[in-house]
């Protein structure tokens, strides 16, 4: 385990108990925070009792097709603004401001076109993850070196060829980045959906929890929330460290 | 020459952004007529009808709500994630510690933290801050530590050799070379800020655009929240243009 490793191990154990011992001695009240220690024990005693089974496969399913959908129209997307400059000249300011529009809004219009389904959810959750995914497609195709772009003329590559071995390798950063927000904010648009507007999934049983003053259940939820969301990012981040370590040797 | 490329370019430049606003209204109208007016009205009507918000004293005392408690969270975003950033960029072992866990906190759908904000700050101003400063000082803190770490290191050998006194080395190397990244972090966090007091203002309050926004929603209020959404589009739009421009004249130099 690198220094590193252990210092953020440290941390987050050090706020964990912190957090524990605060709780525990009554310097923030139980109507405010339950001990972490009874959040993790009442999330184990709902997962092992199938409570959370439905909402967590309902929650996945919309985010698994957000973010693929964002992921695949966003790279398109980005791709097809890239090679038209003018278009993309247009659409900067709103892409620069895109995320200062609270989506949720747009809810009551989405279930009056889809219906009260999956679909406004993920559709939410799309328009969260796309404007990432053409943001980095487009950081990506910018920074591809013009001195490789020439090589690939030089060797007189094909268009299929230079993206593939061009284009591809030099904006792999970017695009990584760019799925890892995507994710990102799938998740957090699916998850804000069902917890402001929709009447299934995780989102949602955090509301009910809170209007029905059920704290045990509603952090034991943030809980579970806070440690998808952390293991997701983890696991991304190392495969993007390990991408990145591959280019450097390359 | 170049006036004579920019005399031509922009009037190029405004009969696209026309064009491109043209296709926004049809599309509007197109969904208004897709789907009737049970959740949007038509671009004219809400034209109209923000234009008489406007007019009115109780959207003003709304706006004014939500201009302050956005001006409060973006001076703290501003100045706090500013501070941390250059902090951790320039002590590099606690921005590699740092860097994954506020990245991991990032992605937190912080909406769902709502309740925990609201037991901790009540209801009202400070709820609302709180949620403004959520959203937007992380970016802003790994933006300005990203900006710091990129520094060319031939810059600071430079300066080395130059024998720059530090405070010379501040002012002449590093701050021109962190200012356009860390101008970029704020012009986002400007952005999540806003998203973040105005969604704050949606569950944490009795006044606000947010509260406008959510009222309609529940009084089935079409015309309003629709209103209400272009007037903070607009807003929203119109600063992220003047920012973006700052900032490309800035990335430029």
């Known amino acids: ?250 | 020459m170049t006036g004579d490329i920019a005399a031509r370019i922009r009037p190029c430049r405004l009969l696209d952004t026309a064009v491109l606003i043209l296709v926004i209204v049809v599309a509007w109208q197109a969904l208004y007529e897709a789907v009737g007016d049970v959740a949007v009205t038509p671009p004219l009507a809400t034209v109209v009808h923000a234009g008489r918000l406007v007019q009115s004293p109780v959207f003003w005392t709304h706006a004014q709500a939500t201009v302050s408690a956005f001006a409060v969270s973006l001076v703290i975003v501003a100045l706090g994630g500013v501070a941390a950033g250059l902090a951790l960029g320039f002590h590099r072992f606690s921005g590699l510690v740092a860097e994954p866990i506020l990245a991991a906190l990032y992605t937190l759908p912080k909406v769902t933290l709502y309740p925990l904000v609201l037991l901790v700050f009540g209801l009202g101003l400070s709820a609302k801050i709180a949620f403004g400063v959520m959203h937007g000082i992380i970016p802003v803190i790994l933006i300005t530590l990203g900006a710091v770490r990129n520094i060319d290191p031939v810059h600071l050998k430079t300066a080395r050799v130059l024998r720059l006194t530090p405070l010379r080395t501040a002012t002449t190397v590093l701050a021109p070379a962190v200012t356009p990244e860390i101008f970029t972090g704020l012009r986002v966090g400007f952005s999540l800020t806003l998203l973040g007091v105005i969604i704050g203002e949606m569950f944490a309050s009795q006044r606000g655009l947010g509260f406008m926004l959510i009222n309609g929603i529940n009084t089935h209020d079409v015309p309003t929240m629709t209103a209400v959404v272009l007037l903070i589009v607009l807003f929203a739009v119109s600063a992220g243009s003047l920012l973006l421009a700052a900032d490309r004249r800035l990335h430029r130099r």
Not at chain 1, 78 to 101: K, M, N, Q, T
């Open chain 1, 1 to 250: 385990m690198s220094k590193v490793a252990r210092a953020q191990l440290a941390l987050i154990v050090g706020f964990v108990a912190l957090l524990e011992l605060l709780t525990r001695a009554g310097v923030i009240g139980r109507l405010t925070m339950i001990p972490p220690s009874q959040m993790a024990s009442h999330l184990l005693g709902m997962l092992r009792a199938g409570d959370l089974d439905s909402a967590m496969a309902q929650t996945f399913a919309n985010i698994a097709i957000a973010f693929a959908l964002s992921v695949v129209v966003g790279c398109l997307g980005g791709i097809v603004i890239h090679a038209l400059p003018r278009l993309r000249r247009v659409l900067d300011p709103l892409l620069a401001s895109y995320y200062a529009v609270p989506f949720f809004v747009f809810y009551p219009l989405l279930i009056a076109i889809f219906g009260l389904d999956r679909w406004p959810l993920v559709l939410i959750g799309f328009a969260f993850g796309c404007a990432a995914m053409v943001i980095a497609t487009l950081d990506g195709l910018d920074r591809v070196p013009a001195v490789l772009r020439k090589v690939a003329r030089v060797h007189r590559l094909g268009r299929a060829e230079e993206a593939l071995r061009i284009v591809l390798p030099s904006a792999a950063p970017h695009l990584l980045g760019g799925l890892k927000l995507a994710l990102a904010y799938a998740f957090i648009g699916v998850i804000a959906g069902e917890f402001i507007l929709s009447g299934e999934g995780l989102g949602h049983a955090i509301a009910y929890a809170y209007d029905s003053f059920d704290n045990q259940t509603m952090y034991a939820l943030m809980l579970f929330v806070v440690m998808l969301a952390t293991s997701l990012n983890v696991a991304l981040h190392v495969l993007e460290q390990r991408v990145l370590r591959r280019r450097r040797r390359a």
